[in-house]
């Protein structure tokens, strides 16, 4: 019966190191999890900070871009002519430049200057 005993003590004694093995993995465990949270929420947070630094820059970036296409506007509108001549240009055509202040005609719109008789310069699309 001591045999038996022993045997049994020993199968105890197995069976509290794995219950303590388990309850320090679980406590490991529950720390790998809180860790795995706090990363989380720290990454949220970069993640955040991320995009409230890129939204500036868009908005930035969409103004620009309404001030270039409002002044391409500006002055693709604007054209020359010479009272001598018989083509209009865009102001800031080499041709436009070589008119003399004294024979410049500006028009606001093609429409006008082709209705005065003008033909576009190939500056003109």
């Known amino acids: 019966m001591e045999k038996i005993t022993a045997v049994e003590e020993n199968i105890s004694h197995s069976f509290q190191r794995v219950k303590a093995d388990i309850i320090r993995l679980q406590d490991e465990f529950m720390q790998l999890r809180e860790t795995q949270i706090r990363l989380l929420r720290k990454l949220a947070r970069l993640e955040e900070k991320k995009t409230e630094e890129k939204k500036p820059i868009k908005t930035t970036e969409v103004k620009k871009t309404k001030k270039s296409s409002s002044t391409k506007k500006k ?10 001549g018989k083509k209009f240009h865009l102001f800031n055509c080499p041709y436009a430049q070589n008119i003399k202040p004294k024979t410049k005609i500006k028009f606001k719109t093609k429409e006008k200057a082709l209705n005065q008789g003008y033909k576009p310069c190939s500056c003109i699309k």
């Open 75 to 84: 002055l693709s509108n604007f054209y020359i002519a010479s009272k001598e």
